[in-house]
């Protein structure tokens, strides 16, 4: 089996901190490569990421990543993290731009991801293992796809170790992406992001918002198997691990689960391959 990671977010409330730590437990089992912690843009006041990458190094005993946004942070805030992170002994980053809540003004010192791994890299070196999205359908706000892959070459040039890429449903997208990323001279590995399907509405909302495509026959199928809700279970279950046979077939270096803090939908598909 290929080297997996899961991603989290911060849990809150006190029934959210009872199912991470019920989740990790869970997942643990799997060996993964490292948990990651998504970071909400907007400032590190506003952000749990980092007692959470405590609570998962410490109590849980597993390598907990952080991801640091930049779009709505100061230098001064994201200095403060990065020296916070490595004495919590992180030595891997996910870096990224974010995406500012509607309505919030503040617009941060840094426009890009690529300023942010630049920043990184000119003020801690090699340290950090810097990993950086990728989009095999193109990031919504992109002018095209070969603009998007220029600038994720930009992030590679700033000194990116690797990437995680969005979501998606369909193997030739990545698959594609991959091939001209190393046209354009980007070696790099390019990590599937894969998202089990839990609850379709909420993923059809996620997609719309980061312009992940769902195929026609996947949204037919669920419609079909209407109130069943084991049988969504089944067929989510199944679509996703068969992507995950090809991904792996087709020489994927690893696979990066965002499990949304839920145990069961990204084991029903760990169990099937
Ligand atoms: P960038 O690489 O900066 O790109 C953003 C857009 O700007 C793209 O359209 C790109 O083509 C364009 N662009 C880049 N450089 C330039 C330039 N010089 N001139 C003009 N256009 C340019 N969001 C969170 O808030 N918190 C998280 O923890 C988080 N984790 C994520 C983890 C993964 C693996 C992925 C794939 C996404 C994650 N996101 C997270 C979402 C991400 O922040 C959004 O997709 C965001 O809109 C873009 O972030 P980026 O780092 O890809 O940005």
């Known amino acids: 089996m290929l080297p997996i ?9 006190d029934e ?4 991470f730590d019920r989740t990790v437990r869970k997942l643990k089992a799997y060996a993964p490569q490292f948990m990651s912690v998504t970071f909400g843009a907007g400032g590190s006041t506003l952000s749990h990421t980092p007692e959470t990458v405590q609570r998962l190094r410490g109590e849980h005993g597993v390598t907990g990543v952080p991801h640091l946004t930049c779009v709505g942070g100061s230098r001064e805030e994201i200095r403060t993290l990065l020296k916070l992170y490595r004495a919590l002994g992180c030595d891997r980053i996910v870096a990224l731009r974010g995406d500012l809540p509607s309505g919030m003004a503040r617009s941060g010192d840094l426009r890009y991801a690529n300023e942010l791994v630049q920043l990184i890299r000119d003020e801690h070196g090699d340290h950090f293992h810097i990993e950086v999205a990728a989009y095999p359908e193109t990031h919504p706000q992109a002018d095209d796809a070969q603009a998007d892959l220029r600038h994720f070459k930009a992030k590679v040039d700033a000194g990116a170790s690797g990437a995680i890429t969005q979501y998606f449903y369909n193997a030739d997208a990545y698959f594609r992406f991959v091939e001209d990323a190393r046209a354009l001279g980007i070696d790099a590995p390019i990590v599937p992001g894969v998202m089990p399907i839990a609850n379709f509405s909420q993923l059809r909302r996620f997609s719309e918002a980061c312009g992940a495509e769902i195929p026609r026959w996947i949204a037919k199928r669920m419609q079909a198997h209407g109130d069943d809700a084991e049988a969504v279970r089944e067929f989510a ?4 691990a068969g992507l995950c046979r090809r991904l792996i077939d087709g020489g994927a270096p690893a696979l990066h689960f965002y499990t949304l803090n839920l145990a069961k939908p990204t084991q ?3 169990q099937r391959l």
């Open 5 to 13: 990671s899961f991603e989290f977010y911060p849990p809150k409330t």
């Open 16 to 19: 959210q901190h009872a199912q």
């Open 237 to 240: 279950a199944d679509v996703v």
């Open 268 to 270: 029903s598909i760990l």
